[in-house]
């Protein structure tokens, strides 16, 4: 019973670390979301209009940031819209690393150092995952892909 109780905790940790890596890219969308949505439910039009306002309000900040950063060429700019991404992501994983460590290291110094790692990993791989998949490009009209597609990676090694 109790290596299916570690096992159990293991399985467990790691789904909450697998969760916390794959939605790291959405924390800024969600802290503007639930604004939007705090701020019209105080207007008075109340939890269904909130909920609406702020799922639309996600849904466009995460795709004017992504589309924003997928035409535009310069990459001071792309880094501008990738740090925006990646510093509410560092935030947030910098507390949910900090409450992980608090349940296994007793020391002060160990869990501030767990925590400052858990927000340069999650901070990274708030980056990574908005800039790995997109090539820059101008948008075209009337077309959805290029004529000539490429994988970004094996594009990128050969430029």
Avoid: K
């Avoid at 159990?8 to 969308?29: D, K, R």
């Amino acid at each position: 019973m109790l290596a299916l109780g570690l096992l159990l905790n293991i399985v467990g940790i790691g789904l909450f670390c697998w969760l916390t890596f794959t939605l790291a890219v959405y924390a800024l969308p969600f802290f503007v979301a639930m604004n939007a949505g705090m701020l019209v439910l105080q207007s008075g039009a109340g939890v269904p209009g909130a909920l609406i306002v702020a799922v639309a309000v996600g849904v466009m900040t995460l795709a004017i940031a992504r589309i924003a950063f997928a035409t535009t060429q310069s990459l001071i700019l792309r880094a501008v819209i990738a740090s925006v991404f990646a510093l509410p992501a560092s935030f947030a994983g910098y507390h949910v690393t900090l409450a992980m460590a608090q349940i296994g290291a007793p020391s002060l110094v160990w869990r501030e150092l767990f925590a400052c790692f858990g927000a340069i990993f999650i901070g990274g791989t708030a980056w990574t995952r908005l800039t790995v998949f997109t090539e820059p490009g101008p948008l075209e009209p009337g077309r959805a892909v290029s004529d000539s597609p490429r994988p970004v990676l094996t594009a990128a090694a050969r430029e």
